[in-house]
């Protein structure tokens, strides 16, 4: 019925004025405009460093110091960001949905500021500090740690409350996750490059499982082509679009 309408935003309004579900999964795509670096494309680099190379457990192991130079550097970046009208505009959809969940792969906390309510952080929040010796967690938003790399009470070193690659997410926040995704409607893709599993496999979850699927972001991506709709526009100018009255 929708097949043929040309204005994505109509056609996803749509969708979301009928569901009663509506699941979103958001990636550093959608923080990109509050000036937050993104991973992949231009700027993802530290240093001479890739995100692959420096968001696993082997760096930090090599190198806990270099490792925390760089979340420092991270924090220092995010604590000044604001969120934008693209996380408003999730944020004031959820008001307006029955059934409404969040997932996001960002550790930035954008989301929360931006007052999304049921948030799920599968990859973790880069304010968390948790003990490798006896696996303590705390909350530290200090924007610059001043002591690198940062210390537990028991002495033990700590690390970012993040999940790095060969990590498994946080089983309680993950299961969330993918039930949200089976429920939904509709599932908005927001700002991901769709490349890190297993959070991407929410897309194909969803889908199969009935949902209609909208992807927002600037480029193509290996969901662009499954989505029911990839629609090629940045986080700030589509999502606004979506609580608008026509
Ligand atoms: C805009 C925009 C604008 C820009 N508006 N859009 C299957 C096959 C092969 C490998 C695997 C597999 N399943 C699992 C794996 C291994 C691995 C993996 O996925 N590897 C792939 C790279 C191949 N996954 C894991 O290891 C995961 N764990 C796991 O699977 O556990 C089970 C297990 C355990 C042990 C052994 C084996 C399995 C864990 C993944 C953890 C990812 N961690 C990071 C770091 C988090 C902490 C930190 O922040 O420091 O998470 S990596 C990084 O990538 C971060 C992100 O959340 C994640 C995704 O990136 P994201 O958000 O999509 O950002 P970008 O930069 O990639 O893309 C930005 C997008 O925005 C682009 O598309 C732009 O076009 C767009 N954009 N401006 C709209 N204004
Ligand atoms: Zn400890």
């Given at each position: ?35 937050i670096p ?8 530290w ?20 490792s925390w130079e760089w979340y420092n550097w991270r924090r220092g970046i995010i604590a000044t960001a ?25 550790v930035d906390g954008l ?14 929040d880069i304010w968390t500090l ?9 909350s530290d938003r200090r924007p610059s740690l001043p002591?690198l790399?940062p ?9 970012p409350g993040v ?84």
């Amino acid at each position: 019925m929708h097949a043929f309408q040309s204005d994505p935003a109509e056609t996803v309004r749509e969708w979301l004025a009928a569901a009663s579900s509506v699941a979103v999964l958001t990636g550093a795509g959608i923080s990109a405009e509050s000036g937050i670096p993104t991973f992949r494309g231009p700027g993802g680099l530290w240093r001479t460093y890739r995100a692959e190379y420096l968001a696993t457990p082997q760096a930090f192991a090599r190198d806990p110091h270099l490792s925390w130079e760089w979340y420092n550097w991270r924090r220092g970046i995010i604590a000044t960001a604001e969120p934008n009208t693209g996380h408003a505009a999730l944020a004031e959809l959820e008001r307006r949905v029955p059934s409404f969940t969040l997932a996001t792969q960002n550790v930035d906390g954008l989301h929360d500021r931006a007052g999304s309510r049921r948030i799920l952080k599968v990859h973790g929040d880069i304010w968390t500090l948790r003990c490798t010796a006896c696996t303590r967690e705390w909350s530290d938003r200090r924007p610059s740690l001043p002591e690198l790399p940062p210390k537990c009470e028991c002495g033990g070193l700590a690390r970012p409350g993040v999940v790095w690659f060969g990590e498994g997410l946080p089983e309680d926040v993950w299961s969330a996750a993918v039930d949200a995704a089976r429920a939904a409607d509709v599932l908005l893709v927001v700002g991901t490059s769709a490349l890190v599993y297993p959070a991407a496999g929410l897309v194909q979850l969803a889908q199969s499982a009935g949902a209609k699927v909208a992807e927002i972001n600037v480029a193509e991506t290996p969901v662009s082509a499954m989505v029911d709709l990839s629609w090629r526009a940045s986080a700030t100018t589509a999502l606004p679009q979506l609580i608008q009255s026509a």
